[in-house]
């Protein structure tokens, strides 16, 4: 419906008089009440294009499909007027969601911002979405207290950024990744220490454990030509998660090390031992298990691997021991000859190498 009006020379509103003021807040008040149904907003970006008057509108809280949000942010970009879909003021600067302590008030939260954020990936996106289009905002804070810089990695005047142990979520992640696609100038990001891996995110439209946040990230590193090493230990990706990152990580051009692994010494063979124990504060998790294991496949120099208390899990040790025994195209690794694995060792395990 929406296309074919777009296509008639004469405008037609689909939700009547709605829009027909300076300012409209669509958000609900709880998560379980979404005031814009699947469509809606598909309806609604038809007429904000075309809508002279309304400056401020806000979306948040609704449950939107990714084709939902899309609209509404294509119609962000393409209207004269509106200036922000997420309620956002005009000339921000600094804009912190996060939801902080308060002993005064009656439900223990106090949120510093006008703004009502709940913290779904459904907000996450749009707000992604917006502040790529809003020059003036320059950091951005939506859990719980990790400042973003987005103004600065847009201007690319950032070349190393340290977010280790801030409580970073998939919400964050998604933020981040969205700035990373652009940016030129960072080339050492540590995310490591955090809660990327969260199973407790969920996205309001499907109410279930939202990916989103990793395949943000995943996609940032597919355009993304500056970072050269990257830190997500700690985070507990697990599953489609982990592999889904891993995949994009060997994949990128510049990485040289990936969870303290050096990548690029181990692709040029000039290691024979790579200590990663944890007693040097390294937890490669799942992630790191299945970068290494790639690595070893097509390496010559490496003899000794420490692994030592790393949370590798059962999938981390399977891809490992596949490094180590021929694939179908009879790749394997013959020079490794111990493996250290929360103290046990190749023949422990069962495994061997010729």
């Known amino acids: 419906l929406a296309d074919a009006v777009r296509q008639r020379n004469a405008p037609i509103k689909l939700c009547g008089s709605l829009l027909d ?7 609900p008040q709880t998560n379980l009440d979404s005031l814009l149904r699947p469509g809606d907003a598909i309806l609604l970006s038809n007429d904000l294009v075309s809508n002279g008057s309304l400056n401020t509108l ?3 809280h609704n449950a939107l499909e990714d084709d939902d949000q899309a609209a509404i942010l294509a119609a962000l970009e393409r209207s004269d007027s509106l200036l922000t879909v997420c309620g956002i003021s005009p000339n921000t600067t600094e804009l912190d969601l996060c939801r902080h302590a308060s002993p005064t008030s009656r439900s223990g939260w106090t949120r510093p911002d006008r703004l009502d954020w709940e913290g779904s990936t459904n907000d996450a996106k749009l707000l992604a979405g917006e502040a790529a289009l809003n020059r003036s905002l320059n950091t951005l804070t939506v859990t719980e207290g990790a400042i973003l810089p987005i103004g600065a ?12 142990g801030k409580r970073l979520r998939c919400q964050d992640a998604i933020i981040l990744g969205a700035e990373l696609m652009s ?3 960072l080339s050492t990001l540590d995310l490591s220490d955090n809660k990327l891996g969260d199973r407790s995110v969920f996205t309001l439209a499907q109410k279930q454990y939202d990916p989103s946040g990793i395949s943000a990230l995943a996609a ?11 830190d997500v230990c700690g985070n507990n990706l697990t599953g489609k998660d982990a592999e889904q990152l891993a995949e994009a990580v060997l994949r990128h051009d510049s990485l040289k090390i990936f969870n ?4 690029q010494d181990m692709l040029d063979d000039k290691l ?3 200590n990663l124990s944890l007693d040097f504060g390294s ?3 799942l992630i790191g298990a299945l970068v290494l294991s790639q690595l070893l496949v097509f390496n010559t120099s490496v003899k000794t691997v420490n692994l030592r208390g790393n949370k590798i899990g059962p999938e981390g040790a399977k891809a490992l021991a596949a490094a180590l025994t021929p694939n179908k195209w009879g790749h394997f690794n013959g020079s490794l000859s111990t493996l250290n694995l929360r103290g046990k060792n190749l023949h422990i395990l069962g495994l061997s190498t010729p």
């Open 21 to 27: 003021v300076e300012e409209l807040d669509l958000s």
């Open 58 to 60: 806000n979306v948040l």
């Open 153 to 164: 990695l847009r201007r690319n005047e950032l070349t190393e950024l340290n977010l280790r």
């Open 183 to 185: 940016n030129v100038s």
């Open 220 to 230: 940032a590193l597919v355009l993304n030509k500056s970072l050269d090493m990257l």
């Open 260 to 263: 303290k692994i050096a990548m």
């Open 272 to 274: 024979t031992e790579l």
């Open 283 to 285: 937890d490669i998790g």
